[in-house]
Antibody, heavy 119, light 112 residues
């Protein structure tokens, strides 16, 4: 069973950027895509976007277009999510999750990375 | 305001059966897109519970089942156990806004 291991918690000031990593175990990275989902404290799940592990194609939720960038490093089976111009309402747990493609389910999930935006 | 509508909470006694509904529209579930369900235990990341409407990943007890009809889906849990107390989320795909994955607002299950 492949696992996803995310980078550690971050504290950022408003206006800054954050980059979260998600490293996949196993050798199936190029077979799947990675979606990023966030969850504000006490709130529900919000899909942010998807990146193909095969060719790096991306699809972002309209809400984040312009300040979200997803990338991959296939040599280390790692996906990255960078969010810019952070605001206080970006404070959330950020999860990566493997998916076979758009419209597919998410499995497995990373353990989550808490990003706190505070002055 | 979530695209998929779930009841905020449900409850049941140990051993009972509960269902959680997930209501969508013609741009998502009603358009034929699959529904997936996740369980999120307190303090943990979500885990896949049901995929493609009614399929259980290996390791998920058969007490959990999913169904879909029209623009709605349901998750049923039979033989309720204390360890089932968690948040449950449905997920599907929506064709609006250039296409995106969408979640329900989540349902908190309490085992009383």
């Amino acid at each position: 069973q492949d696992l996803l291991a995310q980078s550690g918690a971050e504290v950022k000031k408003p206006g800054a950027s954050v980059k979260v990593s998600c490293k996949a175990s196993g050798d199936t990275f190029k077979t799947y895509g990675i979606s990023w989902v966030r969850q504000a404290p006490g709130q529900g799940l919000e899909w942010m976007g998807w990146i193909s592990g095969y060719n790096g194609n991306t699809h972002y939720a309209q809400k984040f277009q312009g300040r979200l960038t997803m990338t991959t490093d296939t040599s280390t089976s790692t996906a990255f999510m960078e969010l810019r111009s952070l605001r206080s309402d970006d404070t959330a747990f950020y999860y990566c999750a493997r998916c076979a493609g758009r419209t597919n389910w998410f499995d497995p999930w990373g353990q989550g990375t808490l990003v706190t935006v505070s002055s | 305001q979530s695209v998929l509508t779930q009841p905020p909470s449900v409850s049941g006694a140990p051993g009972q059966r509960v269902t959680i509904s997930c209501t969508g529209s013609s741009s998502n579930i009603g358009a034929g897109f699959n529904v997936h369900w996740y369980q999120q235990l307190p303090g943990s990341a979500p885990t896949l519970l049901i995929y493609a409407n009614d399929n259980r990943p290996s390791g998920v007890p058969d007490r959990f089942s999913g169904s879909k009809s029209g623009a709605s889906a349901s998750l049923a849990i039979t033989g309720l156990q204390a360890e089932d107390e968690a948040d449950y989320y449905c997920q599907s795909y929506d064709t609006r806004l250039s296409g995106s994955e969408v979640f329900g607002g989540g349902t908190r299950l309490t085992v009383v």
